[in-house]
């Protein structure tokens, strides 16, 4: 289904979350937070389709939205680890899948983020108002999904697991303990994510509004490291 909008909807279908499983302390109970983009343009992206016991349930959430899985153009997942991935067996009428930064279409593999250029980016809409950047940190191929020109006339970074939640800002354990492959440019992207945008969709957690404060703390971070 193709619709057209006057702006970029941005829909977190399910809020991710991650604990300490009741009854193993030495395990983790986790799944991402699962987002729909509704491009003005009438593109329709999810970003981290959950794991790969969540099919039923994610087809419940998208037909909440009047969608069904063949109505889905671009499936974006942040990383490749298996919570954000799941669902990607769905989406077979979609013509692109990224997965981090490794672009494909059935077996044929494209060369987007093939320049070798940290700052390059993929458009993902015809208006150039929903693209995907870099953002290494939490895994070396990890990307962010950045919509502009939304509903709440606010910029939204849709980020993966750079950001776990909002109670990472101030407790740095929380993304640290979620695994990082690489720390230093971890931070710089956080950092530089809040600048850009004015609300984040974590990995694993509700989405939060960005302020002065957080983006300060992040500056802060950056710096120590």
Known sequence: MTTIHSVNKVIVLQSGYSRE??????????????????????????????????GEHLKSLLAKEGLEVNDIHIVVCTHGHSDHIGCNYLFQAAGLHLVGACASYRDLYMDHFGSGNPD????????????????????????????????????????GDLFERVEDVEDQNI????????????????????????????????????????????????KKE
Not at 25 to 49: E, F, Q, S
């Open 21 to 54: 499983d009741a009854e193993n302390p030495n395990a983790m109970r986790a799944n991402c937070t699962c987002t729909l983009i509704r491009c003005r343009d009438g593109t329709n992206v999810i970003v981290d389709t959950m794991t790969s016991w969540d």
């Open 120 to 159: 390059e980016e993929l458009k993902l809409d015809k208006n150039g108002e929903v693209v995907v950047q870099r953002t290494p940190g939490h895994t070396l191929s990890c990307v962010s999904v950045i919509v502009d020109n939304t509903e709440t006339e606010r910029k939204i970074g849709i980020t």
């Open 175 to 222: 993304w640290l303990d979620a695994g990082s492959e690489d720390e230093k440019q971890q931070r710089v992207q956080r950092s530089r994510i809040a600048e850009l945008c004015d609300y984040i969709v974590p990995g694993h957690g509700p989405i939060f509004a960005v302020d002065d404060r957080i983006r300060d703390k992040l500056k802060e971070d950056m």
